[in-house]
């Protein structure tokens, strides 16, 4: 890895994946066409796009124009699917699908890679449940493989445990098939993607605080999307601007809504020096250009209702901590464990063996910052995010440093090797 130093220039990250799932489910059980542009072409996209082609709809990948064209049939026009759905590496294809084919008049079963089958279902299969949809689990209990057969629903009113948007929106699309208002209730604000997205779909949904009410629907239309770039994916290179001394980067038309904007505010917490340019909107989502220059950081404390707005941005923040002056808290993490990875014990682990003074606690971890990073080997665990991490850590380490499974990138950022090395 080349040392990062003196970073320069512009660039624009692939779109969110978030809103490239939700673009392919909505469009899919709409009425009419969808025309996606800027869709992310990261594994995880794709396999929800082959899951509902797999259910007969006609989904063109423009790859070359940046455009996905999605033909949906309707509410009621997925077919069941010859064989397993496989939902690759995906838990927001698994999740949010699921709400969709908690209504339908058909079984299915949902599979997907060794890093799935560990991830909890149980939040979605209690309410789905609830609903009027029953799940049979192939392997281990409440994980993937899982039969799904749908039905009829019922409307009802969930207070769920967590801050998920994948299970709030699983919810939010069975309940555009209920047979009166769904409402959800999260502990704290998750991404609203799904909501932002069904009402410019035509659904009609009421928002209040952290409660969210869906209403049945009798169809909804196809739209033109703009996907903007991913603020998740933005963040790698934000922090290493922030981070490699005598930089200024720019990362253009970045998707900034207030539910996914935590890493910014913990960047400005920190000391860096960030500014926005160009704030506009595109299909109903917040967007702007975002420049940083070098700054020297400071620790923070990082809890409550902010954790959702920058959860899969932890991982990148853990690194700035590390290089940062003081100590950064992070705690009301516990949903780190069961993403990809467990990503509280793999930061604890590979930044411990960089050089970095990082604790694991039950709920986040403790990082006294400051001292010099120095090249180790570093387990990925296939896990997108910690192996773009590393790449940045390794960038401003001494020595060299060597990551297991460095292509996992490829699940959410394909070119993020060629785009890092067009900044230096
Ligand atoms: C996502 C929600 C988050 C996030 C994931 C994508 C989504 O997961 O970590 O990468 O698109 O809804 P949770 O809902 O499990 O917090």
Request: glycine residues 8%.
């Given at each position: 890895m080349t040392k990062l130093t003196?970073?320069?220039?512009?660039?624009?990250?692939p779109g969110d994946k978030s809103i490239s799932h939700r673009s392919i489910m909505l469009g899919s059980i709409a009425d009419g066409t969808t025309e996606v542009t800027g869709f992310l072409e990261g594994a995880d996209c794709l396999s929800s796009i082959a899951c509902f082609q797999k259910m007969g709809i006609e989904i063109e990948n423009q790859v070359k124009q940046q455009k996905v064209v999605i033909h949906g049939k309707g509410l009621h026009g997925l077919a069941g699917p010859d064989g397993v759905l496989d939902v690759g590496n995906s838990g927001t294809t698994t999740r949010l699908m699921s709400g969709i084919l908690?209504?339908?008049?058909?079984?299915?079963?949902?599979?997907?890679?060794?890093?799935?089958?560990?991830?909890?279902?149980?939040?979605?299969?209690?309410?789905?449940?609830?609903?009027?949809a029953s799940f049979s689990c192939?392997?281990?209990?409440?994980?993937?493989?899982?039969?799904?057969s749908g039905?009829?629903?019922?409307?009802?009113?969930?207070?769920?445990?967590?801050?998920?948007?994948?299970?709030?929106?699983?919810?939010?699309?069975?309940?555009?098939?209920?047979?009166?208002?769904?409402?959800?209730?999260?502990?704290?604000?998750?991404?609203?993607h799904t909501e932002l997205m069904l009402r410019a779909f035509g659904a009609s949904l009421h928002t209040e605080h952290t409660t969210v009410?869906?209403?049945p629907a009798s169809k909804l239309t196809g739209q033109r999307i703009l996907v903007p770039g991913d603020i998740s994916s933005a963040a790698y290179f934000l922090a290493a601007g922030l981070l490699a001394p005598g930089s200024e980067i720019t990362v253009k038309n970045v998707g900034i809504n207030p539910t996914r904007d935590g890493f910014l505010t913990v960047c400005r917490q920190m000391g860096a020096d960030l500014q926005l340019d160009n704030l506009h909107e595109e299909?109903?989502?917040p967007v702007a250009d975002l420049t940083v220059r070098t700054s020297s950081l400071h620790g923070c404390t990082i809890e409550g209702s902010l954790i959702p707005r920058l959860i899969d941005e932890i991982p990148i923040i853990a690194v700035m901590a590390a290089l940062a002056d003081g100590t950064t808290v992070i705690r009301d993490a516990q949903e780190l464990?069961?993403?990809?990875?467990?990503?509280?014990?793999l930061m604890v682990k590979n930044l411990s063996a960089m050089g970095a003074d990082i604790t694991a606690t039950e709920d986040g971890m403790i990082i006294h910052g400051g001292s010099p990073l120095h090249g180790a080997s570093i387990d990925s665990a296939r896990d997108h995010r910690i192996a773009m991490s590393f790449t940045i850590a390794a960038g401003l380490a001494d020595g060299e440093t060597v990551i297991s499974d460095r292509d996992c990138t490829a699940i959410s950022y394909p070119s993020f090797y060629e785009d890092l090395r067009s900044l230096i």
């Open positions: 003196h970073l320069h220039g512009e660039l624009t990250v908690a209504a339908q008049p058909f079984s299915c079963t949902l599979d997907g890679d060794d890093s799935i089958r560990r991830r909890p279902m149980k939040r979605i299969m209690e309410p789905l449940s609830q609903m009027g192939l392997g281990k209990e409440q994980c993937a493989p899982f039969t799904i039905g009829s629903l019922r409307g009802i009113r969930y207070d769920s445990p967590v801050a998920s948007a994948q299970v709030k929106s699983a919810i939010l699309l069975a309940g555009l098939y209920a047979d009166g208002p769904t409402t959800v209730t999260e502990p704290a604000l998750s991404r609203n009410t869906v209403h299909t109903g989502e464990k069961v993403k990809e990875s467990n990503r509280i014990d």
